[in-house]
């Protein structure tokens, strides 16, 4: 069992910058992958960026160049700094850790992106 808390979600002006954190705690040390989701109203929820143990990275084409997926094993905390923010990058963004076939999921922070 893995427990994820995120924090550093709030309201950005379009071209801000915004960085989220996420803490694992519990089973940590067996995560294979961890990253962010996000799910803006009436949307399905996508990945955004994610890395793994191996330190392979995915990122969603709407965010590649933007946004910049780090992960600190010591402290078992994934960030995602998101610079060059846009109203399109308006969600609630979800981290999620991945252990064998198992998908774990934070309760999510809310990010805006509106002057």
């Known amino acids: 069992q893995v427990e994820l808390v995120e924090s550093g979600g709030g309201l950005a002006q379009p071209g801000g910058s915004l960085r989220l954190s996420c803490a694992a705690s519990?089973?940590?040390?067996?995560?294979?992958?961890m990253g962010w989701y996000r799910q803006a109203p009436g949307k399905q929820r996508e990945l955004v960026a994610r890395?793994?143990?191996?330190?392979?990275?995915n990122y969603a084409d709407s965010v590649r160049g933007r946004f910049t997926v780090s992960r600190d094993n010591a402290k078992n905390t994934v960030y995602l700094q998101m610079n060059n923010l846009k109203p399109e990058d308006t969600a609630v963004y979800y981290c999620?850790?991945?252990?064998?076939?198992?998908?774990?999921w934070g309760q999510g922070t809310q990010v805006t992106v509106s002057s």
């Open positions: 519990g089973s940590s040390r067996y995560i294979y992958a």
């Open positions: 890395i793994t143990s191996g330190n392979t990275f």
């Open positions: 999620n850790a991945q252990i064998l076939s198992e998908f774990y």
